[in-house]
């Protein structure tokens, strides 16, 4: 007998059966959805004694975890006293934390990030941009300030990275679940979910809009994942960085101008917006539309958005900027230029260097810089490097010139410091240090512990690290397939009386992971002294498409399985923010060997710091500023060799011999208690003197120096009376523009220096009359500027004066000058007139350049 069956397809549905806690648990919830909770020993601690198993295997998720816990650990809960207690002060502490009132008349600011390394457990970043973003945050929560942060929400972020038995990097792209994150929905008035739409190629996307709590401020996320959008358009907010160029250009819309429209829905109304690279750059372009729609004209609407943008730099090299051919930009934007009331080709011309040049794509660095009256690197260095870069811009002027900024990144102390390193600082630190703990007077007081204190806590520190070395690579090794004799033989070499040296970062060609085993034979021998032995580990992801940062991986794997180099040269798979915790706290050397001058700034040098492990770098990024011969050691910054394979052969020769002659004779140096003076010495000295100028809260209070502070005064002057003196500066500069071609030299009476040499310390005397069409020469600025040349290619301003205005007739100006340029032998010199403003934020405002 046979039949038909009808119905033996399974159907399923989804049910979500939430965990409700009883009220003596209630506030486990609380300190769950807000991160605070993971800067918090407190807190963190609650979590870890529920279930650490599990907690660690949820990837230190308390929502997960909370999520799967089973009644009888509940009762259990309930029952423990202590643990009740703990609960109740972390919530006390949390309360009294959130109820801190805000200082008054503070501008209201909106970061936006493409990326935000916050926590293990939320799949918002890649690598140092992010986990930069992430601390910046945590510290405006620390420091109570007006701020917020706009992102996107990805379904999986950035990949989880495994390795193959032969060191092939393998991506694993594991979905997040929202049900498990700290993130809310944000409802309208009516109670609706909050979507915002986003024009991407002449359909309209949904994007949800969620909220996540970090201490007292939040974060507002973007999320297109969802049954309102067409695959395509869900998959926008799939991955980070992931997709080619195209789907970068997606993302970007929707970061820049769904950030705007989410500001807008929510009502926040910032009064400072900053870009946190160019990432977020249309954001620009959507605030300049909406000021046209509210009836502004392009030129006025520009004075406004500039008046209160900031755009911050991340990247040394040009081909690091986000860069989009024209043709794909007008297929998603040309509508965009007539809202705005101006022509294609004026609309391309805000991301590029020469507006007529068609074959130039339109560079998102281009179009932040151009519409932020402020912009900053983010290191000393850095800031030098992009003045250089982008001096193209401005015709006229020398890179030192360039208006450009920095402010050196920094890092979140709670959330890299040791709990025991934290638990000793506090012994001799003195009471609510953390609000002062940029004041290096504080941070000196480390030298009042005993030497054998301080290093048995970086030793217990180091342990704890090699310990979970061990762990890791077991685990790791048996799913890779390896051998368990390979596995044990690697594992029992690792030893806890060794020099650890940490090199972990994202693994791309700059920054030179392999530069070590340029010589085989004497890392061979450094790494097998007698007495001394020494390890190195190495952690990092390359970017899915760069093969040559994978290709650095695989060979490190490879190095790793030779005989004399077992369990001495260790490479850690799936670097990652915990992991990163542990390597800062645990090694004795940080070692970063970056190509000179790539590293913008590099923060985990400064998380070593902080935790008391010595740095050994080159002099470039946040090194450069932070090196003292007594708490650490460096390579050079200048470069030897122009052929990069010879500057890489002396460097790694450099660091061979300082190893070899210097640091570890330092290391193993011990006297009759077991340990190193000398080398305590260094210890302490990059805790005292290094790490309290990179802690966020320094950074934090420059960024309202340098640009916050006079970025708000800017947008209150320009705002006033509805954008009065905005509309004003615009109509000046395009008098000025229209203007500007028409002025000429009437007579140039100044120092005859083709035929005579000028004696040292007598005055240089200049006289020029110039015809200004029509310009009120208050309006100009006339100065001598001695150039002195470095090559055929270089020159650098060494000294600038004004002339001094003696009169004004009949459109024709007369300048005067008197100056002792102070200077001895061959410079060269010119008179340039600019247009000046007491409005003008910075002499390129108005990039107007006339030379006499």
Do not use: C
């Amino acid at each position: 007998m046979t039949f038909t069956q009808t119905h033996s397809q399974m159907k399923l549905r989804r049910i979500f059966i939430k965990n409700e806690l009883p009220a003596e648990l209630s506030a486990l919830n609380r300190l769950a959805r807000n991160i605070w909770w993971s800067w918090n020993a407190g807190a963190s601690n609650l979590f870890h004694y529920i279930d650490h198993d599990q907690f660690v295997a949820l990837n230190y998720n308390p929502v997960a975890l909370i999520e799967q816990l089973d009644p009888a650990r509940i009762k259990e809960l309930i029952a423990d006293k202590d643990f009740l207690k703990q609960l109740k002060a972390a919530e006390k502490a949390f309360d009294a934390y959130l109820a801190e009132k805000k200082a008054a008349d503070q501008p209201r600011i909106a970061y936006f990030s493409m990326e935000y390394g916050l926590h293990i457990s939320l799949k918002l970043y890649s690598g140092g941009l992010g986990v930069l973003a992430g601390d910046y945050l945590k510290e405006a929560s620390d420091g109570n300030v007006d701020l917020f942060g706009v992102g996107l929400l990805y379904r999986y972020g950035y990949f989880n990275q495994g390795l193959s038995m032969n060191g092939d990097q393998l991506h694993h792209y594991p979905a997040q679940k929202f049900t498990q994150l700290p993130v809310e929905p944000v409802r309208r008035e009516d109670g609706n979910w909050l979507k915002v739409q986003v024009p991407i190629q002449g359909r309209i996307v949904q994007a949800k809009v969620w909220k996540l709590p970090i201490g007292r401020i939040n974060l507002y996320l973007l999320d297109t994942d969802h049954e309102d959008n067409s695959q395509e358009d869900r998959e926008l907010t799939h991955m980070l960085y992931g997709g080619d160029n195209e789907h970068r250009l997606k993302q970007e819309i929707l970061l820049g101008i769904g950030g705007v429209r989410a500001i807008e829905a929510m009502g926040l109304k910032p009064d400072i917006y900053h870009l946190n690279e160019g990432h977020a750059g249309f954001l620009s372009i959507e605030r300049l539309k909406n000021h046209v729609e509210g009836g502004m004209l392009f030129h006025e609407a520009v004075e406004a958005v500039r008046s209160s943008s900031l755009y911050t730099t991340h990247t040394p090299v040009p081909a690091g900027h986000d860069h989009f051919p024209e043709h794909l930009l007008r297929n998603y934007l040309y509508n965009y230029a007539g809202e705005l009331g101006i022509d294609w080709h004026d609309f391309v011309a805000l991301g590029r260097t020469n507006p007529d040049d068609s074959g130039e794509d339109f560079n998102m660095s281009k179009l932040s810089i151009r519409l932020s009256q402020r912009v900053n690197g983010v290191s000393k260095l850095h800031g030098e490097v992009s003045q250089e870069m982008f001096t193209p811009l401005y015709p006229g002027y020398t890179a030192e010139e360039i208006h450009i900024g920095y402010v050196t990144n920094s890092v979140h102390y709670p959330t890299w410091i040791a709990n025991d390193l934290h638990d000793l600082y506090n012994s001799v630190f003195g009471k609510n240090w953390l609000r002062q703990q940029s004041d290096p007077k504080i941070w000196r007081n480390i030298h009042k512990v005993e030497d054998k204190k301080l290093y048995d806590v970086r030793h217990t520190l180091k342990v704890r690290l090699l310990d979970y070395v061990r762990e890791k690579l077991a685990a790791d090794m048996r799913r890779r397939g390896e051998s368990p004799s390979t596995t044990l033989n690697i594992i029992n070499k690792i030893n806890n009386e060794a020099l650890v040296l940490g090199f972990a970062r994202r693994f791309a060609t700059y920054k030179r992971a392999t530069l070590l085993f340029h010589n085989e034979e004497r890392l061979r021998q450094l790494v097998n002294r007698a007495d001394q032995p020494v390890i190195f580990l190495f952690a990092g992801k390359a970017h899915p498409a760069d093969q040559g940062g994978q290709d650095l991986i695989r060979h490190i794997i490879h190095i790793s399985k030779q005989p004399d180099f077992a369990g001495k040269i260790i490479f850690l798979e799936d670097y990652n923010m915990e992991m990163a915790k542990l390597l800062t706290q645990g090694v004795d050397i940080w070692l970063n060997t970056p190509t000179r001058p790539l590293e913008a700034s590099g923060t985990s040098g400064m998380k070593a710091a902080l935790n008391g492990s010595v740095n050994f770098s080159v002099l470039d990024g946040w090194w450069a500023e932070g090196y003292r011969p007594d708490a650490g050691w460096a390579l050079p910054l200048e470069r030897t060799y122009e052929d990069q394979h010879l500057q890489n052969e002396l460097d790694a020769q450099t660091i061979y011999s300082i190893l070899e002659d210097d640091i570890i004779p330092t290391f193993f140096r011990r006297d009759e208690t077991g340990i190193s003076k000398d080398w305590m010495s260094y210890v302490k000295q990059i805790i005292a003197e290094v790490a309290p100028d990179f802690t966020m809260k320094r950074m934090m209070d420059h960024y309202y120096e340098r640009f916050y502070n006079p970025l708000h005064q800017s947008a209150k002057t320009a705002q006033a009376k509805d954008y009065q003196v905005a509309r004003k500066l615009a109509a000046w500069k395009e008098e000025l523009v229209n203007k500007w071609s028409g002025i000429y030299v009437v007579e140039n009476n100044s120092f005859d220096s083709i035929n005579h040499a000028l004696p040292m310390g007598e005055p240089f005397r200049g006289e020029v009359v110039l015809d200004t069409n029509g310009i009120d020469a208050k309006d100009l600025v006339l100065e001598a500027i001695f150039y002195y040349r470095e090559n055929e290619s270089t020159i650098k301003a060494r000294k600038t004066e004004a002339f001094r205005l003696v009169g004004q007739k009949d459109g024709k100006a007369t300048f005067t000058i008197e100056l002792d340029p102070q200077l001895a032998g061959v410079y060269e010199y010119g008179f340039r007139l600019r247009p000046y403003h007491k409005h003008m934020a910075h002499a390129q405002d108005l990039n107007l350049v006339f030379w006499v």
